[in-house]
């Protein structure tokens, strides 16, 4: 990885050109997360949201494609493979995301009215989930002992695109200063109560849900398009594979709150949580762990 002003990337050249090229719009929604944390979900609920008026239900390209083919990322997808791509016909709102930090998003994010919607998740199954992403890309099982490894390393603040509590501490801190501009999610919370989190998601992106389409089950009816396990078993995600060759199963697992314990001993457990407590004092952010 290269530390690039205080942060850890997997990659920097498309991330240099995205922050040289990228004119944001007033009407993007930009979706912000460290990987491992919602993504995916995100990716498809802003989607399906956006386009519910668009598409019958059988005829959304989500069940077609996967929700990275909708909403790239502007780091990779975009310009990390065309420095000069021309985002101009995309239709509007244009729903792109990436992983860089709140500090090194592009000025015209800040300066224009495009919002910014961030989506979080404790940091114990965040590097779980990580953990199985990158054995099923090598095709190698879980090795333990660079479980170990890694999460030691993540502790001093080594993983991709933190560390962990920089990154998401900057999303939280510019939540609390502009809560118009950037939404702050949680996966835990979003598991919990995908419907009052759901709507206001919605109504932040600007397409709130009428009376009407409550009563007509609207909303029950895109959750139910971008759960999991829907997702999970849709051909194109189960057998098809990204424009990188990486499997979309990958980005398809348990969605579990709590699936760290079947991998991290009670000891790391109390040692992450401790660090996440000294880092997070006086913030107001705290995780929900199980
Ligand atoms: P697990 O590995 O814990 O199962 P990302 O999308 O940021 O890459 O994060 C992937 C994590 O989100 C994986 O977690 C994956 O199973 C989960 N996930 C993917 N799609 C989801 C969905 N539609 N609803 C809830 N969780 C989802």
């Given amino acids: 990885m290269f530390l690039y002003k205080e942060y850890w990337y997997p990659y920097i050249h498309g991330i240099f050109s995205f922050q040289q090229h990228f004119k944001a719009q007033n009407s993007d929604l930009i979706l912000a997360s460290l990987p491992k944390a919602g993504t995916t979900w995100l990716k498809a609920l802003t989607f399906a949201i956006a386009n519910r008026n668009n598409y019958s239900p059988s005829e959304n390209p989500l069940l077609t494609t996967n929700p990275h083919g909708l909403v790239p990322f502007l780091d990779n997808a975009v310009y990390g493979k065309n420095p000069f791509f021309k985002l101009d016909d995309f239709p509007s709102p ?3 995301a990436t992983h860089v930090t709140y500090s090194a998003l592009t000025s015209s994010i800040g300066d224009s009215t495009c919002r910014v919607i961030y989506v979080c998740r404790n940091p114990l199954d965040q590097f779980i989930s990580f953990c199985h992403y990158v054995a099923k890309l090598l095709n190698n099982p879980l090795n333990p002992s660079l479980i170990e490894e890694n999460f030691n390393l993540m502790r001093r603040g080594v993983s991709p695109y933190g560390p962990f509590w ?3 501490l900057g999303y939280w801190k510019a939540n609390q200063e502009r809560p118009d501009k950037v939404l702050f999610l949680k996966y835990e919370d979003m598991k919990e109560d ?5 709507k206001v998601l919605a109504k ?5 849900f009428f009376v009407e389409e409550d009563r007509q089950g609207v909303v029950e009816e895109i959750l139910k398009l971008c759960s999991l396990d829907n997702l ?3 051909e194109v995600n189960k057998i098809h594979k990204n424009d990188v060759g990486h ?3 990958a980005y398809f697992r348990k969605g579990d709150v709590g699936d760290w314990a079947n991998y991290l001993t009670p000891s790391m457990a109390e040692r992450m949580n401790k660090l996440m407590e000294e880092k997070f004092s006086d913030t107001g952010l705290n995780f929900k762990f199980y």
């Fill in 204 to 208: 932040f992106m600007g397409f709130p």
């Fill in 94 to 96: 244009r729903i792109l």
């Fill in 166 to 168: 920089d990154h998401v």
């Fill in 232 to 234: 999970k078993d849709l």
């Fill in 194 to 198: 995908p419907v009052s989190h759901f």
């Fill in 247 to 249: 499997p979309n199963s």
